[in-house]
C-alpha cells in the first residue's frame, strides 16, 4: 500500500473531478492521497472531500502563481483533523510578481508553524531564495517538504541537514533523468517521499496524456529500478516517510 504525497484532484485540468475521486476510491493499491490545494477555493473544496471520503487528506494553502486576490488568513478557518500541511506554497520565477510571492510564501510558513502543520514547498529555479527565507525571515518548525524535487545537491544537503523531506514525480521515469537518479541514490532515504502530483507530471512513457494518482505505482516502481530495492521496499520506506512528516496520517 502507497500515499500519493500529492495530488490535485480540482485542477482546472481535471473536467470531471468526481470520477477521478472515484478512481482513487476503488485502487487497492493506494492506502491514502494528499489532495493539495492551489487557492482557498480548491483548498476548501479539499477539506470537504477530505471529510468525505476516507483515503483523502488535504493539504490546503495558496500557490505561488494563484496569489492575486487571496487571502492567507482564511485559511485558518479550513483547518480539520484530516488538513496535514499548509501547502502548496512556495516561488516561481515564471511570474514577476516575487515580492508578493515572498510575501504569502512567508505569512502562510507563519500560519503553518502556528497550526503546528508542516508545509508543502513549490519552487520554481527558486531553492535559493526559499532557503535564504527559511534562515533569515520564517523557517517551518514543523517539517517541510519540497515536492517535484528539483535536483540540485547543494539544496539537498541544506533539506537533509535540517530534515527536510523530498517528493519526486514522474520527472524520475524520464530516460534523462539521470541527476535526478543520482540524487536518489546519495540521499538520505528517511527523507524521500513518492507523489503523483497529477494531473500534471504524467510518467514517461505516457507523458501525453493527463496524470491520474492511479499512476503512483509507475513512479515507485522507477525508484525501486534506481534504488535496487523492491517495489515493496519502497512502498514501505515511502508510506513510513509520509507518516513522519504528515503526522495525522493514521
Known sequence: ??????????????????????????????DYVINVGL?????????LISNEHSKFYSAVGIH?????????????????????????IGLDNTKDNFLDQKKMLVRQIM???????????????????IINIFENIAKPLYGCVFHCFQPDFETLTYLEQNNFYISVAGKITLPTAKKSHEVLRTMNKDLLLVETDAPYMTPYPFEESINHSCNLHVNIAKIAEVLNMTYEDV????????????????
Open 235 to 250: 512502498e514501505t520506506l515511502t508510506t513510513n516517510n509520509a507518516k513522519r512528516l504528515f503526522k495525522k496520517i493514521k
Open 39 to 47: 487557492n482557498t477555493k480548491t483548498s476548501e473544496s479539499s477539506v
Open 64 to 88: 505561488p502563481l494563484y496569489i492575486e486576490d487571496e487571502n492567507p488568513n482564511k485559511l485558518y478557518k479550513l483547518i480539520t483533523d484530516k488538513v496535514v500541511a499548509i501547502g502548496e
Open 1 to 30: 500500500m502507497a500515499i500519493d504525497t500529492h495530488t490535485h484532484v480540482f485542477s482546472p485540468l481535471i473536467k470531471y473531478p468526481e470520477r477521478e475521486i472515484e478512481l482513487i476510491n476503488v485502487d487497492t493499491y493506494l
Open 111 to 129: 500560519i503553518a508553524n502556528e497550526l503546528g502543520l508542516p508545509v508543502i514547498i513549490h519552487s520554481h529555479n527558486c531553492n535559493k531564495e
